[in-house]
């Protein structure tokens, strides 16, 4: 009837002048997201000189305004760090749904661009914007925001001290693709090629065994036998080397919790009074102490991997047992991700206290960082134990490495390489020195 | 005169602080023509309001511009510490957020009844009154600022040193500092002048081909190899630092700093923790270092004392060189920290010193005319001709004095591509239109 009545009296509608573009996306951007074009700002560097507004503002009003700039210092004189503010080009620009006259929109190039023909210079962007970066002109009133100068940002060409570079986004995340391609190797060796052999498997003079598995045979039968330690050594020592790395690479439950992940994006939240995740060294002592009560591995038949690895049984049929726990615990992945590694894996408590004294660890250096708006590390972290709201405030957050699993999700997700990977005794960001 | 339209607002701001009025009024084409700028017209118009003992806060034509370190205004008035007329440079954002503030130059005569504090924005200019901010540091002045909305993208502010009427008191920009030595924070207080704000939120066109002529300049020092000994540690070697206090310094974490559109900063921000003995805790501090030899002296004072010294005279506004002269030899930091304390809370009568030593290759008496401030690492020849080439056109003194491979005529080109223009310029001998 509306519509009928706008017809009529010849209105056109918002719909009809601007209609939303409809987003697309390939079948790769579900595995291999695209990155935009953006200007990487590296607060270290930057020494407030305010070249970058300079040169910004003779491109928007033809005359040197700082305030007429799409990009802003910010100077704070009491931490004496200096800050920039300009557009992220986000992924999902909150500007544009703020903005009631679809001023903004997002190309196809990535950039984010203001038409100011349709801008009414409402500031609805500015105040949806977590950077605040629509920059409202004090004498035109207009909305200042950058659009890369069209592929050749003249704020990087001119800053003096390299604080500014620009990147077209094409970088290939190699991390993720050589993980998951790791990951479904190490799933088809260990559950269909060499079946139910995660637990113990032997291959000439090569013996390799679950270490939680050895524990709890040491447990139930009270000997040690020193072939049984050498066999689960491979793994400890690869957590001393590189951290939980068979939780994030190897670990065939782990990949099967990730495919999971995959097909239930959204999350419904894990209970908070269960989240301790002191409970997988609980479950590991009872584990152990139960097979040592009991006389045999306690935990071994319902352990999720194991169960993964035997549930194709050796003439291709399934095993209903064992698939029912793997469905069971999959399951919980509508809660959180990895629900199971997070809180209850006894093999990965046990490999925990290994990586504790592992030789690597996993840094952020929020200097380095800075976007308080990005924190797309704590999105992308399986483990939830980056602290996004650290990052916000500017703060490093400790990647605690009893939990990390070294997916290396956050350092191949860092658009501003500011996640790394550094040995245990190397500085994560230069120390305040005390005199 | 045509050459200089796109290098001033053209406009002074006049303001009688016994009459708490202002005004803006045109600036004289003849003077722009004849004494081009900064210092030199800020002395042609303290000569027109020498019995109103004013005090002039001007521009050059190339601050704010594209021309490298062109962050400079100057403050001239009759010092108090020195006894005769002084070029102060203030550096920071302070010119460029002048210019853009609408005025070029300013001119404060007589003296307020009470504390005031001015504002320029849009080339109007407000009187405000700062009884809130008489008492408080630096620090909290500028939070005041914050709290009541004043909007300040640059701010000249003095501290309780000032209001006690101490004559080493120095007036800081933002909580920075600056290289004011010769009284204009002692001065400012006299006329019951708290602080002036400039919010530029203006623009000028300049000259289209700047943008080329800075390239062609930066390309010249990045070529060279000096370059890299930027910051604030290399200018302290240039002026002469003893090793140990150089290791003593280079322990805490240093960020290189910059003033308006410099590609070679010579300031550092730097980060340190220290042990408070009023507080018996532990704090963490970080302050911008601008004074190089206020910095030295402090440091030779305070040894490894230097940096919590040096944020105690940032926060009560006072120059660090006159309070080194006075703390105590060998004292500890909590009788230095309480010595500082004192010295900002007790006024005194300002004594005119007339010194005869060499700061460096620099009289004494050369280097107070500018402040007192600059670092002397040139000959005094070479020094007084880069520095009132700086003073006149705007550009930090300190980037000249370090870069002596930009020559004059790097600088007019900025002004004009025009080869008579040029000529015309260079015959002028820019360096002489100051008269002190």
């Known amino acids: 009837m509306q519509e009928q009545t706008n017809e009529q009296n010849n209105i056109i509608t918002l719909e009809e002048l601007r209609p939303r573009p409809e987003e697309k996306k390939t079948f790769s951007d579900h595995f291999m997201p695209r990155l935009h074009p953006g200007i990487l700002f590296d607060p270290k560097k930057c020494t407030g000189c305010g070249t970058c507004e300079m040169v910004c503002s003779l491109r928007n009003v033809s005359k040197i305004a700082p305030t007429s700039a799409s990009i802003k210092v910010l100077r704070d004189e009491n931490s004496v760090k200096n800050f920039a503010i300009f557009c992220q080009h986000c992924r999902k620009p909150l500007c544009i749904e703020a903005c009631p006259t679809r001023a903004i929109e997002k190309g196809e190039d990535g950039i984010v661009r203001i038409d100011k023909l349709f801008c009414v210079a409402c500031g609805l962007c500015t105040m949806a914007c977590p950077e605040a970066a629509p920059l409202q002109d004090p004498i035109t009133g207009e909305i200042n925001k950058c659009d890369l100068c069209e592929g050749d940002p003249q704020c990087v060409k001119y800053c003096p001290s390299g604080a500014l570079t620009f990147t077209k986004g094409k970088r290939i995340r190699w991390i993720k693709a050589l993980r998951w391609s790791v990951q479904t190797i190490s799933f088809l060796l260990l559950v269909v090629a060499l079946i139910g052999t995660f637990c113990s498997l032997k291959a000439g003079a090569l013996s390799l065994s679950c270490p939680a598995g050895v524990l709890q045979n040491i447990a139930s039968s009270g000997t040690v036998v020193l072939v049984w330690i050498l066999s689960a050594s491979l793994i400890l020592g690869l957590t001393i080397l590189a951290g939980r790395f068979f939780c994030g690479w190897i670990c065939p439950f782990g990949f099967f919790l990730d495919l999971v992940d995959k097909i239930t994006p959204k999350k419904i939240g894990w209970p908070s009074f269960l989240k301790s995740r002191m409970a997988k060294y609980g479950i590991l002592a009872g584990a152990v102490g139960g097979s040592c009560a009991l006389g045999f591995q306690a935990f071994c038949p319902v352990c999720p991997i194991g169960s993964i690895c035997r549930s194709y049984g050796a003439a291709g049929t399934l095993n209903g047992a064992n698939m029912g726990i793997v469905a069971v615990l999959g399951g919980l992945e509508v809660t959180e991700r990895r629900v199971w590694c997070r809180y209850f894996c006894p093999v990965g408590a046990l490999l925990a206290l290994f990586a504790k004294i592992g030789l690597i660890k996993i840094v952020i250096g929020a200097n380095q960082c800075k976007k308080f708006s990005c924190v797309q590390c704590a999105e992308v972290c399986p483990m939830g134990i980056i602290d996004a709201d650290k990052l916000r405030e500017g703060i490093s957050p400790e990647i605690p490495m009893t939990e990390c699993i070294t997916c290396m999700r956050c350092i191949d997700r860092c658009p501003y390489g500011a996640a790394k990977i550094r040995f245990r005794w190397q500085k994560a960001v230069p120390e305040n020195v005390e005199l | ?436």
């Open chain 2, 1 to 436: 005169m045509k050459l200089f339209d796109n290098f001033y607002n053209m406009k002074v701001g006049i303001v009688d602080l016994t009459q708490l009025s202002s005004e803006v009024i045109p600036l004289d084409e003849q003077i722009v023509a004849e004494k081009i700028g900064g210092a030199a017209v800020n002395e042609d118009l303290f000569r027109q309001y020498k019995d109103d003992a004013p005090l002039l806060i001007g521009v050059g034509p190339l601050t704010g511009s594209f021309a490298p370190a062109s962050c400079l205004s100057v403050a001239t008035f009759l010092s108090p510490r020195f006894g005769n007329l002084c070029h102060v440079p203030l550096m920071m954002r302070t010119g460029p957020e002048m210019k853009f503030s609408g005025i070029d130059f300013l001119v404060i005569k007589g003296t307020a009844s009470s504390p005031k504090i001015l504002h320029i924005d849009k080339g109007a200019i407000q009187i405000l009154s700062a009884e809130q901010f008489i008492g408080v540091d630096i620090p909290e002045g500028l939070q005041t600022l914050k709290k009541e909305r004043i909007h300040s993208r640059s701010i000249l502010l003095t501290g309780t040193a000032a209001d006690h009427g101490v004559p080493s008191a120095s007036v800081s920009t933002g909580f920075n500092g600056s290289l004011d030595k010769a009284g204009l924070a002692f001065l400012m207080a006299s006329k019951n002048l708290k602080g002036v704000i400039f919010n530029g939120t203006g623009g000028l066109p300049f000259a289209e081909d700047n943008l080329e002529d800075n390239e062609t300049i930066e390309r010249k020092l990045f070529a060279d190899e000096g370059h890299e000994n930027k910051g604030f540690l290399s200018m302290l070697d240039k002026i002469g630092i003893e090793e140990n206090l150089k290791g003593v310094i280079k322990k805490a974490k240093w960020r290189d700093m910059a003033c308006y559109h410099c590609p070679s900063p010579c300031m550092n921000s730097v980060q340190f923790t220290w042990h408070d003995p009023r507080k018996n805790s532990r704090v963490e501090d970080n302050i911008l270092l601008s004074d190089h030899l206020g910095f030295l002296a402090l440091a030779k004072k305070g040894g490894k004392d230097v940096f919590p010294l040096s944020e105690s005279c940032l926060r009560f506004g006072l120059d660090p060189v006159a309070v080194a002269e006075k703390l105590p030899e060998n004292g500890s930091l909590l009788e230095s920290l309480n010595a500082i304390e004192e010295i900002s809370v007790t006024p005194e009568e300002p004594k005119i010193k007339r010194e005869h030593h060499q700061i460096g290759e620099v009289s004494a008496e050369m280097h107070n005319l500018y402040g007192g401030g600059l670092p002397p690492i040139l000959a005094e020849e070479l020094w007084k001709k880069r520095v009132r080439l700086s003073m006149i056109l705007g550009v930090c003194p300190i980037f000249l004095l370090r870069f002596t491979q930009i020559s004059e005529l790097d600088l007019l080109k900025f002004l004009t591509s025009n080869e008579h223009d040029l000529k015309f310029l260079e015959k002028k001998e820019i360096q002489s239109l100051i008269k002190k």
